[in-house]
């Protein structure tokens, strides 16, 4: 997790790369494209729009090295949903650290969001808010833990419950990159969190093909809840075109596909295998 520092309004800010920038570009396009069938859930009478964030961070951020402060991911989509004319009918966030989530929680109200706020960890903040949200409200929830080991497969499947649903899911090219070994060691849980069952489903081989198998393997999984992957994700780059992490996609519904491969190709990017 960042680190946190005094903000340029009082409040907490996380200390982030420069790559979070184009980041949240990525996610605001696809707020703002999807505003159009957003729009026919606010209606009144109807169930609503919902945005979830269970790692919501302090909401605002400041740029490594400078003195640039931006808002963190869940505050930018609100935003965008609101300057769009459709404002998400409520928000739900959670962090595991009380500090961030008051911080988050403070700035999206005097934006005037509808927000809910949980502190704990992801898995069960999920869990309380699929408990929570209208079962035929549309939702769009957005995944963007810190690691795979936090990328829970068990937030996927709780979310899947929900009938109408779409997920913009970070996952770490990096930490795949860096720690393969380490993760695939016999003691090591962190895959058995993030692609249960992958002992038995991936065969040991070179680095780069148990990457692909691995990452190929996770978005079958995903399919298998009816929740469709985009095959085409955007990765997200840092100093020196050096791979960080995708951006990708997992939808119920074809059309919200569609709206994700306009907004992820703003340049064109190649397979994620």
């Known amino acids: 997790m960042g680190q946190l520092i005094e903000g340029d309004d009082g409040s907490p800010v996380e200390v982030v790369g420069a790559w979070a920038k184009t980041k949240h570009e990525y996610l605001c396009r696809y707020v703002d494209i999807s505003r159009g069938v957003r729009s026919k859930w606010l209606d009144q009478g109807k169930a609503g729009a919902t945005l979830i964030d269970p790692f919501c961070g302090p909401g605002r951020c400041r740029i490594r090295d400078t003195n640039e402060f931006i808002d963190g991911g869940v505050v930018a989509a609100w935003k965008k949903s609101a300057d769009s004319k459709t404002p998400f009918s409520a928000v739900y966030i959670g962090d595991i650290e009380a500090e961030r989530v008051e911080a988050c929680e403070k700035r999206l109200r005097a934006l005037n969001a509808p927000v809910v706020a949980i502190t704990g960890n992801a898995v069960a903040t999920i869990k309380e808010i699929v408990s929570l949200v209208n079962p035929h409200s549309l939702n769009f929830a957005y995944l963007d833990p810190y690691n795979l080991e936090t990328l829970n497969f068990e937030m996927i499947r709780t979310l899947s419950d929900l009938r109408y649903v779409d997920m913009l899911v970070h996952v770490s090219q990096m930490d795949l990159q860096r720690n393969l070994d380490k993760y695939s060691s016999g003691d090591s849980a962190v895959f058995d969190a993030f692609i249960p069952g992958w002992r038995d489903a991936i065969k040991a081989g070179n680095v780069k093909a148990t990457r692909q198998a691995i990452l190929r393997y996770w978005s079958e999984l995903v399919g298998r809840l009816g929740v469709w992957p985009s095959p085409e994700p955007k990765l997200i780059t840092g100093p020196g075109n050096q791979p960080l992490y995708w ?22 990017q190649g397979n994620l295998f």
């Open 247 to 268: 951006l990708l996609l997992a939808a119920k519904h074809e059309l919200a596909l569609a709206f994700w491969k306009v907004a992820a190709n703003k340049q064109r």
